[in-house]
């Protein structure tokens, strides 16, 4: 083995590994990671798991952290009975550099973004620390950790440790190094006795402060997003004053927006959370959560033959959010739970992580919903969050927050005429689905506040693309030349003879006819692909544990890998190429590297479906990546925007905006601009956060008008025009006409009827896209002795101007007619029965039917892809 001399006592560069992952890892990972990190050992091969895993622990082995659990028995009083009495002889800490000021809150957590850090020093890594007073009281209980990318040490707490200040102040840090640390630990459970004396860092403390956090006079607002959650707050000066004193300069802005941030694994900070929540532990009906990226992470680091359990595109549960799921552990321990409980951990985690970094208490709630769910979402909200002021009368859709930002940058920036209309067309593409809005707004100013004048209605959408969509395209290339290099073969094409297949003028073939036949031949190669490295885990449901986790595996690995060539691709303009290897490759100019974690992959060979040792070499440049990406892309913009290029509407919009992470991509600025042409598009192809300024334009948009609305800053009207529904809804007459009863994108003809003999109990409706694609069937039943005798006038009464009084007036006596009208708000129909008998009319339940049902929407995580 090799040591390097670190004077500076700086993190060393090489890896280190935990025992409870190593415990997680096969024996072939064992011997790579050896191989990986240059642990020579004569008889390596033949070394069994247990061998293997004191291997690397002994040579690149991190330190388990022994520390102190909250909840143990009288282990608090033991503890202070042995600092008490102790004799310490402090160690020189100049070199720590430690913080003079310590403050805590009660009730929550102290972590990587309070920022107390000190110095690394390797010997406090995962300690116990201490704050003591005058008479070595403890007042507080503190740790030293580690986070992944960052060189320091942060002195952090958990909230279940209650701090306490002293009569006199006058406090000192203990940092106690390993040996003493863990003395403490086992005197805290009740497992030993520690020496008379020992060595630890003594630091004098300035202050150190309980805290006690303040409701926060502003909402909360949250974007809960399909691929990435975010959240944030306006600070006013206010409100920052009461905790300026007890937070670090710089973390907090002053009258301003301020964004919840999270730490990635790998050290970066984003201001968004991945919509991911993944499964650790079940005891019971108790389950350990992971949440966004460690939930990815989890799920990355997951070995063959572990029940990994992560759960990806919850949002689109609230179309059905009374349903269960089985949540798995690495145990195998498995616990049904309702979507809506799932959901609720996720939003939960948000606001806690939100209260600690703003240092506050949240009563006030508010929650965007996407424009054409908003009672679906406002009723899974309520279920959820009912001990919060949800503000329900205040929140409004994804496209008014979009468009409130776009209203606050013309203010900023003066550019607006004075009480004129604007008309604004707003095209959302997240990672789901894609969303077209459009609005007219007017901004008048008057001598205490603006007034600011919203008509917004929805114009069309697509429930199938969205990010999502864009990252399965790159996960198809990657399975493909993945799959044609480990059976060479086989009669799957390679990347370039599959690019040089899109080498014609997508544009116009998508115009002529459509998007199946450009993709046809990369699905063929996907398919054939399948035999090779199988994805679909759905299929291997009954078959053994160890084959189904293999192809689970498969997925979410190579589902990954994609989302990291798509997230590098766009993020960065200089890259003209991406490998991805499990190699360590000679660097080429502009090419970047991302490294495929080895022993992952899993592929059909003559011995059966065995492991690989890594994901074979594979090249991707940007011209395989935007060929594939063109005509979904233009297909969007032909679809939603060539209508109202068509009908000569899209000259009005002084505004057109493209918002959502998939935006960024250049593709979309130039399908637009093939109907708007010099259209000034804002996308940007900046790094880290800046990258993530059109998600965030949702979050702003609402936390700019919550700001507005309570300092008296905007008096802000909103009205909705009835949305254009981008679906068709039809059924058959008796005679095999095709009666249509929801007409595509007209918001004036969203009903109709349909009559049957009274003998039938069931009627069949069609649900087609607006471009007559078939999507559904809806099969609505219908038991005549529940129905009710009934006036017209109790019809009225109930349902309005849904039923009118000449259609009911022509139910012929034996008839049944099924009266269907469009539902917007739960994104909808619904169906009456009534029927005429006997000259009597008789009325039948209503029922509530989603457009949008999870048996013909697309799903990347449904196991068949």
């Known amino acids: 083995m090799k040591y390097t001399l670190n004077p500076k006592n700086r993190r060393p560069k090489y890896a280190s590994y935990r025992l409870e992952e190593l415990l997680s890892m096969t024996t072939l990972q064992l011997l790579d990671i050896c191989r990986q990190e240059n642990i020579i050992h004569a008889a390596l091969n033949k070394l069994d798991r247990e061998e293997l895993i004191h291997l690397v622990m002994t040579f690149r082995g991190a330190r388990e952290r022994f520390l102190l659990k909250p909840n143990i028995p009288e282990g608090e009083e033991r503890l202070q009975k042995v600092i008490s009495k102790i004799r310490i002889f402090p160690k020189d800490y100049a070199k720590l550099n430690p913080p003079s000021k310590i403050s805590v ?14 110095n690394y020093e390797p010997e406090l890594e995962g300690t116990n620390a ?214 609720k951990a996720y939003l939960s985690y948000i606001i806690s992580s939100a209260e600690q970094m703003f240092k506050c208490r949240f009563k006030k709630l508010f929650l965007s919903y996407p424009v054409k769910q908003r009672d679906r979402f406002i009723t899974l909200y309520r279920e959820m969050f009912g001990q919060y002021d949800l503000m ?77 969509n864009l990252t399965y395209r790159i996960m198809q290339l990657l399975k493909i030349e993945a799959a044609k290099q480990l059976a060479p073969n086989s009669a799957i094409k390679g990347l370039a003879e599959i690019a040089a297949g899109f080498s014609f003028d997508q544009y116009r073939t998508v115009d002529e006819t459509g998007t199946v036949e450009i993709y046809r031949e990369l699905n063929d190669m996907y398919e054939q692909a399948e035999s090779i490295i199988p994805t679909r885990y759905r299929d291997y449901e009954y078959s053994g544990r160890d084959e189904y986790y293999k192809v689970y595996n498969n997925y979410y690995y190579l589902f990954s890998l994609a989302e990291s060539v798509k997230k590098a691709f766009f993020a960065n ?39 690989q040792k890594g994901m074979p070499d594979v090249s991707i440049n ?19 925007i060539g209508r109202l290029y068509n009908e000569n509407q899209l000259g009005k919009y002084k505004i057109v905006k493209l918002t959502g992470q998939s935006c960024k991509i250049g593709l979309f600025r130039d399908s637009l601009k093939e109907y708007v042409p010099g259209a000034k598009i804002s996308q940007g192809r900046g790094i880290l956060a800046e990258s993530y300024m059109l998600k965030l334009a949702c979050l702003d948009g609402a936390i700019r008008y919550l700001r507005d609305k309570t300092l008296g800053l905007a008096k802000v009207n909103i009205k909705y025009e009835s949305p254009a529904l ?89 008839e049944i007619r099924y009266f269907v009208w469009a539902d917007p708000g739960e994104w909808g129909f619904t169906t009456v029965p009534i029927l005429r008998n006997d000259e009597e009319l008789s009325m039948g339940q209503s029922q509530l039917r989603s457009f949008e049902d999870e048996s013909w929407m697309i799903n990347y995580f449904d196991g068949l892809h």
Not at 105 to 118: A, S
Not at 226 to 235: C, D, E, Q, V
Not at 403 to 414: E, N
């Open 392 to 468: 329900e009368t205040e929140m409004f859709d994804e496209g008014i927050a979009v468009l409130y930002s776009i209203i606050g940058d013309c203010i900023d920036s003066k550019q607006y005429v004075e009480n004129a209309d604007i008309h604004t067309l707003i095209l959302d593409c997240g990672g789901g689905t894609t969303d077209q809005t459009s609005a007219v707004f007017r901004v008048t100013t008057g001598s205490s506040a603006y007034t600011i004048d919203i008509m917004s209605a929805y114009e069309n959408g697509d429930t199938d693309f969205g990010g999502n």
């Open 130 to 343: 201490f704050v003591l007073d005058k008479d070595n009281q403890i007042c507080a209980i503190l740790r030293v950790v580690s986070y992944p990318g960052h060189e320091d040490l942060f002195i952090t707490r958990l909230k279940e440790f209650k701090p306490k200040e002293a009569r006199v102040h006058d406090y000192r840090l203990l940092l106690c190094p390993h040996k003493f640390s863990d003395e403490l630990t086992s005197v805290y459970e009740g497992d030993s006795q520690p020496g008379s004396e020992a060595q630890a860092y003594i630091i004098p403390l300035l202050s150190f402060e309980v805290c006690e956090a303040k409701e926060a006079q502003m909402p909360l607002a949250i974007d809960f997003g399909t691929s990435n959650t975010s959240a944030g707050i306006y600070l006013s000066k206010t409100a920052y004053s009461s905790i300026e004193r007890n937070i670090k300069p710089g973390r907090l802005s002053a009258d301003s927006i301020n964004y919840l941030q999270f730490l990635a694994p790998d050290g970066q900070v984003f201001p968004v959370l991945p919509t991911v929540i993944g499964v650790e532990r079940i005891e019971g009906d108790k389950v350990t959560w992971s949440y966004g990226f460690a939930a990815d992470e989890m799920m990355n680091r997951g070995y063959m033959g572990q029940g990994m359990c992560a759960f990806y595109d919850i949002k689109r549960w609230a179309a059905n959010f009374e349903e269960t799921e089985t949540l798995i552990d690495g145990e195998g321990n498995q616990l049904k739970m309702q979507r809506k409980e799932i959901i």
């Open 622 to 640: 940007t011209h395989q990546v935007c060929a594939v990406f063109q005509a979904d892309i233009y297909d969007i913009f032909r679809r939603f």
């Open 105 to 118: 809150f009660n009730d929550m957590e102290t972590g990587f973004f309070d920022d107390y850090r000190i």
């Open 726 to 814: 981008p679906y068709i809804l039809t059924a058959k007459a008796h005679s095999g006409e095709t009666v249509t009863l929801i007409h595509p994108l007209n918001p004036n003809r969203v009903s109709g009827s349909v009559a049957r003999h009274l003998s039938a109990s069931e009627v069949e409706f069609t649900l087609s896209d607006a471009s007559g694609n078939e999507k559904h069937k809806f099969v609505v039943t219908s038991n005549h002795e529940t129905f009710s005798k009934v006036t017209y006038d109790r019809i009225e009464e109930i349902y309005g101007k849904h039923i009118i009084q000449d259609e009911t007036d022509q139910i012929e006596n034996g």
């Open 573 to 611: 303009a200089q890259v003209l190429r991406i490998v991805v290897s499990s190699e360590n490759l000679a660097p080429q100019p502009d090419t970047l590297y991302i490294k495929a974690r080895r022993w992952k992959l899993a592929a059909n060979t003559k011995n059966g479906l065995m492991l």
